[in-house]
């Protein structure tokens, strides 16, 4: 399973990007797809799910201003960000929650760069 993600660079805080991640290869059936994201010597952690059926979960740091949705034929995932502050500059991860046979599968892809300058 391919997950490439693109739309990251360089904003000033205030800005807004949006990210996309089309998944492609050997797909069964996708339960969830989110976006994670990781700072320079930080943990990796969680920013935004959002399931098959639509529901969607945010980090509470991003509530608000950042907005993920779907096209489930096109197993695209979308990340809105908005009022982007320099604290959301971070290497964003797309994220795959694949199910086959009652059991999942997770798939990440490499990540597309985002900097917020202040």
């Known amino acids: 399973v391919q997950l490439p993600a693109s739309g990251g660079g360089l904003v000033q805080a205030g800005g807004s990007l949006r990210l996309s991640c089309a998944a492609s290869?050997?797909?069964?059936?996708?339960?969830?797809m989110g976006w994670y994201r990781q700072a320079p010597g930080k943990q990796r952690e969680l920013v935004a799910t959002i399931t098959s059926r639509g529901t969607t979960h945010y980090a509470d740091s991003v509530k608000g201003r950042f907005t993920i949705s779907r096209n489930n034929a096109k197993n695209t995932v979308y990340l809105q960000m908005n009022s982007l502050k320099s604290e959301d500059t971070a290497v964003y991860y797309c994220?795959?929650?694949?199910?086959?046979?009652?059991?999942?599968?997770?798939?990440w892809g490499q990540g597309t760069e985002v900097t917020v300058s202040s």
């Open positions: 994220n795959l929650e694949d199910l086959m046979g009652g059991v999942s599968y997770t798939y």
């Open positions: 290869g050997s797909i069964f059936s996708i339960n969830a």
